[in-house]
């Protein structure tokens, strides 16, 4: 003789079974967000409600340009987090402020080189033309991240831009003034 099963606990059978209707004379409320299951006569009303229509392609084409102009923008929302960080960092060469420096370098050069995989999802006969506007903007922002780099640079001393950066018989630059007596240096 094969043993039976237990029975399976209480719990089980409460969960599976519907939940006991409420009474009529209740006097309270029911909580937040619950919503009470709905009988077989409101059931066979919310069938009859017309479905949910599928978006037309004009609708899809407007809504796919909506997300590619918010992922063209999103390089300048990074702009004035960066700047801070920039601004925080100083001007001497440090190995945070270099790794800054680089990533504002890499971040765009690698955004606008795989600009076509970015747009793949938005693009359809639609949209073609019009997305080229959105890259030209897209390209723009992540340029403007570039020059950001670039200021960095030059606040850091490290771009050429005297005469004595490229010629070896040029002196370096005086100074009218210095803030610091010579002596100290």
């Not at 004379?25 to 009859?48: E, L, V």
């Not at 890499?106 to 606008?112: D, E, I, M, R, S």
């Amino acid at each position: 003789m094969a043993a039976q099963p237990p029975p399976p606990p209480q719990w089980v059978l409460d969960l599976n079974s519907a939940p006991p209707s409420r009474p009529k004379n209740a006097t309270y409320a029911d909580p937040p967000g619950y919503t009470a299951t709905s009988t077989s006569k409101q059931r066979s009303q919310s069938s009859k409600t017309p479905a949910r229509q599928a978006p037309t392609p004009d609708e899809m084409d407007t809504l796919k340009m909506k997300k590619a102009w918010e992922l063209a923008i999103a390089p300048a929302k990074q702009l004035p987090m960066n700047a801070i960080g920039m601004y925080m960092t100083g001007n001497t060469l440090q190995i945070f402020s270099i790794f800054m420096v680089f990533t504002l370098f890499k971040t765009p050069v690698l955004a606008v080189a795989s600009i076509q995989r970015v747009f793949a999802p938005f693009e359809t006969p639609g949209t073609s033309s019009r997305l080229l506007a959105v890259k030209a903007v897209y390209v723009l922002m992540n340029m403007l991240m570039l020059g950001l780099g670039i200021w960095k640079v030059n606040q850091m001393g490290l771009l050429p831009t005297t005469r004595s950066d490229w010629l070896a018989w040029e002196g370096e630059r005086t100074w009218s003034e210095r803030a610091v007596p010579r002596e100290w240096l």
